[in-house]
C-alpha cells in the first residue's frame, strides 16, 4: 500500500528530472549554436584564429558533424594541416551515417590534405636504446633508428635526447607536399663545452665482506656449539654408580645434591662439579647466544658487503624509533 502511495510522487520526481536535464540539453545546445554562429561570421570576415576558437568551444558543447567540418576548414586555413587531416579522418568514422551527400565532400578535402603535408625521413646513426626523438617538442616514436612523420609545412625544430641531455639538434625547412630525408649522426657522449669536461665514470667502491658480522656468527656458534659438553658431563654424572647407590638408599623425591642432604665425600665433589658445569653452561650459552645474535642483526642491516677505503660509511638506519647507527671502515692505502 505504501509503494503505491508512494508511486506518483517518484514518477513526479522522475518528471522533474527529465525536465531538468532536456532544459539543461537544449541551454547547452543553444550555447553551441551561438558559438557556432560566431565563428561563421569569423570566418567570412577571415579571422580564422578566431573563427577555430569559437568551433573548438561550440564542439565541446556539441560535438556536430557541420560544426566539425567547419572547424576542419579553419584548422586548414591557419596552418595546421595535421589537425585538419586527424579531424576529418574522425569525422568519417564517428559521423558515417549523418554525412548523406557530405561524404565525398569530406573524403575529397581529406585528400587535398594528405597531398600538401611534407614527409619527414630521419635516420639516427649510432642511436642507443632509450634516446629520444622530438620533433617540435612532440615525441616521436623510433623503430631500428628510423622515423617517418606527417609534419605541416615551415620550420620544425629536431632534437635527440639521451636522458635529460640534447646530443643533437637541427632545423628543417618544408614546403608543401615536400619531402626530405635526413641523417643524424650521434656522439657517443653529450656534447659539453671544453672548459668544463665531462667527468669519467666513477669507480667502483672496492668492497669486502663483512666481516665483523661473520666472525661473530662464526664464534657465537663455536661457544654454542662446546656448551653442549657441560650437558653432556652432567647426563654422565647422573647416571653414576655413587649418585645411584645413595638413592637406592632414600626414598625417589630426595634430592641428592640438597643443600640439607647428608652425603659422602665423593658425592660432594660430585655435586660440586654439577654445580660448576650448570654455570658454565648457561654463561656458554648467553655468550654464544648474544653473539650470534648481534651478528644476525650486523648482517641484516649492513648487508653481506661493505665498502671500504679511506673514508667508506655506511649509515643503516636501525628501525622506527631508534637512533640511527654508523659504521665506519678505513683501510690505509
Do not use: K
Request: charged residues 25%; glycine residues 8%; hydrophobic residues 45%.
Amino acid at each position: 500500500m505504501r509503494l503505491v502511495r508512494a508511486a506518483p510522487r517518484l514518477l513526479t520526481l522522475l518528471g522533474v528530472l527529465f525536465v531538468l536535464a532536456s532544459s539543461s540539453a537544449v541551454a547547452q545546445r543553444a550555447d553551441a549554436e551561438a558559438l557556432f554562429a560566431r565563428g561563421v561570421a569569423a570566418a567570412r570576415e577571415g579571422e580564422w584564429d578566431r573563427a577555430r576558437e569559437l568551433f573548438t568551444q561550440a564542439d565541446a558543447l556539441l560535438p556536430h558533424p557541420n560544426i566539425r567540418i567547419n572547424l576542419a576548414a579553419a584548422l586548414v586555413q591557419t596552418g595546421r594541416l595535421r589537425e585538419a587531416a586527424a579531424l576529418y579522418a574522425r569525422i568519417l568514422e564517428e559521423h558515417r551515417g549523418a554525412l548523406g551527400d557530405r561524404t565525398d565532400e569530406v573524403r575529397g578535402a581529406l585528400a587535398q590534405i594528405e597531398a600538401r603535408l611534407p614527409t619527414l625521413e630521419l635516420e639516427l646513426d649510432g642511436a642507443l636504446p632509450g634516446d629520444l626523438l622530438e620533433i617540435d617538442a612532440e615525441g616521436v616514436e623510433l623503430a631500428d633508428g628510423r622515423a617517418r612523420i606527417r609534419v605541416d609545412p615551415g620550420s620544425h625544430a629536431v632534437e635527440v635526447r639521451r636522458g635529460s641531455e640534447t646530443i643533437a639538434r637541427r632545423s628543417v625547412e618544408l614546403a608543401e607536399g615536400a619531402r626530405l630525408s635526413l641523417t643524424l649522426t650521434l656522439e657517443s657522449t653529450p656534447d659539453r663545452p671544453t672548459s668544463n669536461p665531462s667527468p669519467g665514470p666513477a669507480p667502483a667502491a672496492a668492497t669486502e665482506p663483512n666481516w665483523p658480522a661473520i666472525a661473530l656468527l662464526g664464534g657465537g656458534a663455536l661457544v654454542l656449539a662446546s656448551s653442549l659438553y657441560p650437558l653432556i658431563r652432567m647426563q654422565e654424572l647422573q647416571g653414576s654408580e655413587e649418585l645411584t647407590a645413595f638413592r637406592d638408599l632414600y626414598s625417589e623425591d630426595v634430592e641428592v645434591c640438597g643443600p640439607m642432604v647428608a652425603r659422602p665425600a665423593r658425592l660432594a665433589e660430585i655435586c660440586s662439579e654439577a654445580a660448576d658445569l650448570f654455570i658454565a653452561e648457561w654463561v656458554l650459552v648467553a655468550i654464544g647466544g648474544a653473539a650470534v645474535i648481534t651478528g644476525g642483526v650486523l648482517m641484516l642491516v649492513l648487508g653481506p658487503e661493505l665498502e671500504v677505503g679511506p673514508s667508506a660509511r655506511v649509515r643503516p638506519i636501525v628501525g622506527p624509533g631508534l637512533a640511527a647507527m654508523t659504521l665506519e671502515v678505513t683501510v690505509s692505502p
